[in-house]
């Protein structure tokens, strides 16, 4: 069993940024992903990137490239997303979670089996 608890959100104007974490309580093994996600009103829970905890291999969707950096710490077993140059569209709930299995779509949100109680961040025009 794993816990998570994002924290770093907030409002922030556009241009902006913010760093979301994301600790984890319990077994963290070296084959797991851990991913953010986010969900706007009315739209589909969407990833935003992933990193697998052995390699630090990382994913990011297209909107956030060059803008959002993924990082994780092993010794406190915490992943971090990096939030800068943020616009209004980046308004969301953003959840933490962990995929255990591999060779599965990680960008698939049904895939992931742990899950935070998610952040909301806000980006004022």
């Known amino acids: 069993q794993v816990q998570l608890v994002e924290s770093g959100g907030g409002l922030v104007q556009a241009g902006g940024s913010l760093r979301l974490s994301c600790a984890a309580s319990?077994?963290?093994?070296?084959?797991?992903?851990m991913g953010w996600f986010r969900q706007a009103p009315g739209k589909e829970r969407e990833i935003v990137a992933c990193?697998?905890?052995?390699?630090?291999?990382?994913y990011y969707t297209d909107s956030v490239k060059g803008r959002f950096t993924i990082s994780r710490d092993n010794a406190k077993n915490t992943v971090y997303l990096q939030m800068n140059s943020l616009k209004p569209e980046d308004t969301a709930i953003y959840y933490c979670?962990?995929?255990?299995?591999?060779?599965?779509?990680?960008?698939?949100?049904?895939?992931?089996?742990?899950w935070g109680q998610g952040t909301q961040v806000t980006v004022s025009s």
């Open positions: 990193i697998t905890w052995a390699y630090a291999n990382t």
């Open positions: 319990g077994r963290i093994f070296s084959g797991y992903t």
């Open positions: 979670a962990v995929l255990r299995a591999s060779g599965v779509s990680y960008r698939d949100f049904r895939k992931y089996d742990y």
